[in-house]
Nanobody, 118 residues
Framework: VQLVESGGGLVQAGGSLRLSCAASGSTFSINVMGWYRQAPGKQRELVASITSGGGSTSYADSVKGRFTISRDNAKNTMYLQMNSLKPEDTAVYYC????????????WGQGTQVTVSS
């Protein structure tokens, strides 16, 4: 599985961005996809996740009500719509895909920078 993110950039506080993650390869094997982020000096954290059918989503408390995760299986693409952005949302955002086998297999994209100015 290969993952390529796009859509990051610089935005003012209160603005919006939409991240995309295009998946290729054995996409039919993916069970869960998610967005993680890592700010300088901090650990990588889960922002939002979505199941393969798109029927179940979950969000970090810090983004609930502001971010929306979705996926278009026909396009093998996952999205993260980010509204009401705050300076504390500044981070590198990573796309993740998980395959549930005898163990969990993780695939990662290269990351895309999101910078929110105050």
């Amino acid at each position: 599985v290969q993952l390529v993110e796009s859509g990051g950039g610089l935005v003012q506080a209160g603005g919006s961005l939409r991240l995309s993650c295009a998946a290729s390869g054995s996409t039919f094997s993916i069970n869960v996809m998610g967005w993680y982020r890592q700010a300088p000096g901090k650990q990588r954290e889960l922002v939002a996740s979505i199941t393969s059918g798109g029927g179940s989503t979950s969000y970090a408390d810090s983004v609930k009500g502001r971010f929306t995760i979705s996926r278009d299986n026909a396009k093998n693409t996952m999205y993260l719509q980010m509204n009401s952005l705050k300076p504390e949302d500044t981070a590198v955002y990573y796309c993740n895909a998980q395959l549930f086998r005898l163990r969990v297999i993780d695939y990662w994209g290269q990351g895309t920078q999101v910078t929110v100015s105050s």
